[in-house]
Nanobody, 122 residues
Framework: QVQLVESGGGLVQAGGSLKLSCVASGRTVSNFRMAWFRQAPGKEREFVAA????????YYTDSVKGRFTISRDNAKNTVYLQMNSLKPEDTAVYYC???????????????WGQGTQVTVSS
């Protein structure tokens, strides 16, 4: 079993920054990617960003490009999401997940963290 634990959420003013962390434990494989999803009240869970574990290739949804940066520390089995220039629209529960390469479909991600709340005030 793979376990993912997120941290770093909180309340921040619009324009501010937060850095989320996700620590993974369990089975180690190379052919996968780590991703961040978010879910706001009344909305579907949406893809935010992903990074391939072996190559470090990154992917972002259009709404966060230029503001968010995903990265990973393989030695620490940790993925990060640096969020800058936060907007109220970014308010959501953010989830860390592990899934196959080349997908943004949450149904394809088998392992999920419990989520961390990010609230951006105006």
């Amino acid at each position: 079993q793979v376990q993912l634990v997120e941290s770093g959420g909180g309340l921040v003013q619009a324009g501010g920054s937060l850095k989320l962390s996700c620590v993974a434990s369990g089975r180690t494989v190379s052919n996968f990617r780590m991703a961040w999803f978010r879910q706001a009240p009344g909305k579907e869970r949406e893809f935010v960003a992903a990074i391939t574990w072996s190559g470090g290739s990154t992917y972002y949804t259009d709404s966060v490009k230029g503001r968010f940066t995903i990265s990973r520390d393989n030695a620490k089995n940790t993925v990060y999401l640096q969020m800058n220039s936060l907007k109220p629209e970014d308010t959501a529960v953010y989830y860390c997940a592990r899934g196959p390469i080349n997908t943004v479909d949450p149904a394809r991600y088998a392992y999920w963290g419990q989520g961390t709340q990010v609230t951006v005030s105006s």
